[in-house]
């Protein structure tokens, strides 16, 4: 079975479009359809329904496709090991973030390792915490960064990073109520609050509830799914919200936002990496991980880091 025409066939099975397929691999609509019609003359079988402009995947194309992306994963593999010979870490890293993990952390940690290992290539799933843990639970990602752990008997997590959690405001709306509510003050003021699933929820949540209060109590404004989306909201004065220092700190020093004193809501969370301890991980992610725990670790410590990605 020809490699070139398994590729053809799953680019068109995932784009369902022949056209989108020959755009992604720099190819031709006709030699797309070429491949895919040859692939369906050695098997005997109609890979896809062609209704008008909508492509479907029969039945036959379904087990064809996992079984072509195994074997795609097989070969980069190999791939990776051989290179591995020459001391080089290459191929694809598949990693997933969490919405503050992906935007704060991983840009600078990723930067550096591929600097490192020139030969890596990249590829981010950005979602909330239980969009990412979702995928790593059913083993479509290897690896991810998260800022929720949940009790699972597919996935490890391991803390690699505190994160502060603070209350904002714009500097109007502090003035309106006081930099410096008290705790029966805030069910009171309208919250600009994140979608359920979201870490940064989920640790506001926990905080509330250790203080006896209900996060239901709320006077929710407005539920947004990102923390841009927050983040602007709070700046137009749509209400109060809880982010992570990491977002907030530029922000807080322009003047743009007021840090709200909530003694009471004492609000540390974690970040994670985690992984799915049934997916045989592939080198480049093996090395990340390491090269992660290590480049944290002597952050931790104020000393530079002496990663074993570059030690190997």
Known sequence: MDFRRLEAFS??????????????????QPTISAHVIALEDELGVRL?????????????????????????????????????????????????????????VLPELLA?????????????????????????SSGSLPLGMVGAKVPSSDVAFEEVLRDELVVLASPAL?????????????TQLPWVMREQGSGTRRALEQALNAVGVNIRK??????????ESVMRC???????????????????????????EVPELHMVRSFYLAYNERREMFPAARYFLDFVREELQARENHVPAQSRAQEK
Do not use: M, W
């Open 234 to 260: 709070v700046l137009a004065g749509l209400g109060i919200s809880v982010t992570s220092k990491l977002v907030a700190q530029e922000f807080l020093e322009q003047g743009k936002l007021v840090l709200l």
């Open 48 to 104: 896809f329904d062609r209704l008008g402009r909508v492509v479907l995947p029969t039945p036959a194309a379904e087990i064809l496709y996992t079984h072509a992306q195994d074997a795609f994963g097989i070969l980069e593999k190999a791939r990776a090991e051989i290179l591995l010979v020459n001391d080089r870490v290459a191929g694809d890293l598949y990693i997933g973030g969490s919405t503050i993990p992906a935007n704060y």
């Open 112 to 136: 550096k390792f591929t600097r490192l290992h020139p030969d890596v290539h990249l590829r981010v799933e950005l979602g909330d915490s239980h969009d990412i843990l979702g995928l790593l």
């Open 218 to 227: 709320l006077n929710t404004a407005i539920s947004v799914e990102s923390t």
């Open 174 to 186: 502090a003035e309106q109520y006081n930099a410096a509510p008290e705790l029966t003050t805030l």
């Open 11 to 28: 680019k068109v099975y995932e784009c369902r479009s022949f056209s989108k397929a020959g755009q992604l691999l720099f190819l031709s």
